[in-house]
Every structure is written in structure tokens, then in C-alpha cells.
């Protein structure tokens, strides 16, 4: 049974900072595209940020470029999604996402097949 588990979210002042985390069980961590996508109350769940298998490609969604910067270590089994600059706007719950077996970093929220419960993050302003 394949597990997804986020940590790391909170309350954080605008222009704060945060890491969020992400670990997996259940399946070969580093074979996997991963993903990060976050959704507002009463909004969709969007794409924030995704990186391939091997980690040497990531995509942002345009309302995070520059701000965030999403890593994997592949020899401890973890996602990282680091923060920035935050701000009201980015206030959601947070999910990690499992992708494709060798599969590239991708948006594209269909081909992510295994989700975490979430993880609260408010932004103060």
C-alpha cells in the first residue's frame, strides 16, 4: 500500500519562510516523478511545483517562480519544497503527489496517481 505523508506546514508571517516535506512508503521513491499541489478553501486544486524522477528537472507555476524551490534527496527518500517570500495568497492546504515511474516533471495534475492527506499552511498578513 503505497503511502504519501506531508509535514512542515504552519502559521507563518507574510515574508516568512517554510519547508515543506514529503515522504513515501510503499514504493521505490526515487523511480517516481513527484509533485506539489495546493488548494484554497472554496478554490481547485492546483499545481505548484513538480520535479522528475532523477531530479534534474522542476517546474513552477507562474505564481511561485523565484519564491519556491523544490528538491528531492534521493538517498534519504525525501521531497523538499522550500518557501519564500510568502505571502496571504499562497494560505492552503499543501499536497505531495506521486507521479509517473521514470516519468518527467509535469503540471499536469492526471498523471499524479498517489496524494497525501495535506498539509496546512497559513500566511499571515
Known amino acids: 500500500q503505497v503511502q504519501v505523508v506531508e509535514s512542515g506546514g504552519g502559521l507563518v508571517q507574510a515574508g516568512g519562510s517554510l519547508i515543506l516535506s514529503c515522504t513515501t512508503s510503499g514504493l521505490t521513491f526515487d523511480d517516481y516523478a513527484m509533485g506539489w499541489f495546493r488548494q484554497a478553501p472554496g478554490k481547485e486544486r492546483d499545481a505548484v511545483s513538480s520535479i522528475g524522477w532523477s531530479g534534474h528537472t522542476t517546474l513552477y507555476s507562474d505564481s511561485v517562480k523565484v519564491r519556491f524551490t523544490l528538491s528531492r534527496d534521493n538517498a534519504k527518500k525525501i521531497l523538499y519544497l522550500q518557501r519564500k517570500g510568502l505571502k496571504h495568497g499562497d494560505t492552503a492546504s499543501y499536497y505531495c503527489?506521486?507521479?509517473?515511474?521514470?516519468?518527467?516533471?509535469?503540471?499536469?495534475?492526471?498523471?499524479?496517481?498517489?496524494w497525501g492527506q495535506g498539509t496546512q499552511v497559513t500566511v499571515s498578513s
Open positions: 503527489a506521486v507521479g509517473m515511474d521514470s516519468g518527467p516533471a509535469t503540471l499536469d495534475r492526471r498523471v499524479f496517481q498517489y
